[in-house]
C-alpha cells in the first residue's frame, strides 16, 4: 500500500483520485501521508471511511450512501445542515449523581452521558441556554466546562 501511494504521489498529476488511501497503513504512516498530501498542489478527490483523516484533509465532503450523494458542502456547511444541539463537557469534584439528577429534569438538556468517575457530557439544545447551564451549574464545584465540537464520524453516525 504504501508503495503504491508513494508511486500515486510521484505522478504529479493535475488531479488525483485516491480510493482508501490509508486502509491499513500504520498511525505514524497516516500522518506522513496527510503531511505530503497537504502539500501537494493538486485537486484530489478522496474516498475513505476513516472520517478523522477526512477531517484533517478535506476542504469539501460529499456523504455518499448506496451511491446517492446525502449532503455535500465544506466541513461547516455539513456540520450547521445536521447541528444536534452543543456538546458540553462538565468537569467536577462532587456531587455528581446530584447534578445528573438535576440536570434530567432541564428540558433545554436533550442528552446526559456519564462519562469517567467526574465528568458528565451533555447536549443543549440551543446555544442560548448556556446562560440556564450555568445558573444551573453555580450549585456546584465545577473544575471544568468544555464545549466539544462534533465530528464528521458522530454526524455520520446519527445521520444514518
Same mark, same amino acid.
Given at each position: 500500500m504504501k $508503495?503504491a501511494?508513494a508511486?500515486t504521489?510521484?505522478l504529479e498529476?493535475?488531479?488525483?483520485?485516491?480510493d +482508501?488511501?490509508?486502509?491499513?497503513?500504520?498511525v505514524?504512516?497516516i500522518?506522513?501521508?496527510?503531511?505530503i498530501? #497537504? +502539500?501537494?498542489? =493538486?485537486? &484530489?478527490i478522496f474516498?475513505? /471511511?476513516?472520517? =478523522?483523516?477526512?477531517? #484533517?484533509?478535506? /476542504?469539501?465532503i460529499?456523504? *455518499?450512501? /448506496?451511491?446517492?450523494?446525502?449532503k455535500?458542502?465544506?466541513?461547516?456547511e455539513i @456540520?450547521? $445542515?445536521?447541528?444536534?444541539?452543543? @456538546?458540553?463537557?462538565?468537569s467536577? %469534584?462532587?456531587? @455528581?449523581?446530584?447534578? *445528573? =439528577?438535576?440536570? %434530567?429534569?432541564q =428540558?433545554?438538556i436533550t442528552?446526559?452521558n +456519564? +462519562?469517567r #468517575? %467526574? @465528568? &458528565?457530557?451533555i447536549?443543549l #439544545?440551543e446555544?442560548? /441556554?448556556?446562560?440556564?447551564l $450555568?445558573?444551573?451549574?453555580? %450549585?456546584?464545584e465545577?473544575?471544568? &466546562?468544555?464545549?466539544?465540537?462534533?465530528?464528521?464520524?458522530? $454526524?455520520?453516525?446519527?445521520?444514518?
Open positions: $508503495l501511494l508511486r504521489l510521484l498529476r493535475d488531479i488525483l483520485f485516491l +482508501e488511501p490509508t486502509l491499513g497503513l500504520d505514524k504512516t500522518n506522513l501521508f496527510i503531511d498530501i #497537504k +502539500e501537494i498542489n =493538486s485537486n &484530489i474516498t475513505s /471511511h476513516d472520517l =478523522s483523516v477526512v477531517e #484533517k484533509l478535506c /476542504h469539501r460529499a456523504f *455518499i450512501n /448506496h451511491g446517492k450523494i446525502l455535500i458542502g465544506t466541513q461547516e @456540520k450547521d $445542515l445536521a447541528e444536534f444541539g452543543i @456538546k458540553v463537557e462538565i467536577l %469534584n462532587s456531587k @455528581k449523581k446530584d447534578l *445528573i =439528577s438535576e440536570l %434530567n429534569n =428540558s433545554y442528552e446526559i +456519564e +462519562e #468517575k %467526574n @465528568k &458528565i457530557i447536549r #439544545k446555544r442560548m /441556554h448556556y446562560k440556564d $450555568l445558573n444551573l451549574l453555580r %450549585n456546584y465545577i473544575m471544568k &466546562i468544555k464545549e466539544v465540537g462534533t465530528s464528521l464520524e458522530d $454526524l455520520f453516525i446519527r445521520s444514518y
